[in-house]
């Protein structure tokens, strides 16, 4: 099993471009999340899905957009990216929502000029 | 939602020695205290977690204690390696939360010295 991977690795945007970040699971989880990191601020939530066709807003959503496109894919879209938006990125699953195990993606790392 | 602290943020400790890692929360109807290890340019991943019913677990050379009625739960790591070194975060969900949403600290910044 792959666990959970997302593309691309490392992305450069110019400041007002739009990309997707992919994420994938196979281990049949419920449950997926968006998270940004940055120096010295943890791991802030940018949106969560509980269970598929359902999405909600986390700590930072603002900029951002995501689908949930089936049970093993959530994207992560930035419309017009900003500098502020230059981060690592990660993917999470987790079982069912809730007190459960969250599984990382190996993040992408995003710099936006 | 949870407001999570840890301290310290840095901890640098010899070979050998322990080092001790303190989460305060404020959500009193949590029930789920994980800790997350992450090393330097990887991912996070779950190291050790403990549930509300009991006040401690340990898992060979790391463990975690919990008190409910201060509100903070702490990680252990005794005989520390130098592949110890990383930043551990704890991540208490939103208490009673179906929701799935954790809260992570800020981190801790541990460092094995040989």
């Known amino acids: 099993n792959a666990g959970v991977t997302q593309t691309p690795k490392f992305q450069v945007l110019k400041t007002g471009q739009s990309m997707t970040l992919q994420c994938a699971q196979d281990m049949n989880h419920n449950s997926m999340y968006w998270y940004r990191q940055d120096p010295g601020m943890g791991l802030r939530l940018i949106y969560y899905?509980?269970?598929?066709?359902?999405?909600d807003k986390g700590e930072v959503p603002n900029g951002y957009n995501v689908s949930r496109l089936n049970k093993r894919e959530f994207s992560l879209r930035l419309e017009s990216a900003a500098p502020s938006q230059t981060s690592v990125y990660f993917c999470?699953?987790?079982?069912?929502?809730?007190?459960?195990?969250?599984?990382f993606g190996p993040g992408t790392r995003l710099l936006v000029l | 939602g949870e407001n999570v602290e840890q301290h310290p943020s840095t901890l640098s400790v010899q070979e050998g020695d322990s080092a001790v890692i303190k989460c305060t929360y404020s959500d009193s109807a949590s029930n789920y205290f994980p800790w997350y290890k992450q090393e330097l340019g990887k991912r996070p991943q779950l190291i050790i977690d403990?549930?509300?019913?009991?006040g401690e677990k340990k898992d060979q050379r790391i463990a975690v204690t919990l008190n409910k009625t201060a509100k903070h739960f702490s990680l252990h790591i005794t005989e520390t390696q130098p592949e110890d070194s990383a930043v551990y975060f704890c991540a208490p969900p939103e208490g009673g939360s179906t929701l799935g949403r954790l809260y992570f600290g800020r981190g801790t910044q541990l460092t094995v010295w040989p």
């Open positions: 899905s509980a269970s598929e066709g359902t999405t």
């Open positions: 403990i549930r509300s019913n009991v």
């Open positions: 999470a699953s987790s079982a069912h929502s809730g007190e459960e195990t969250q599984y």
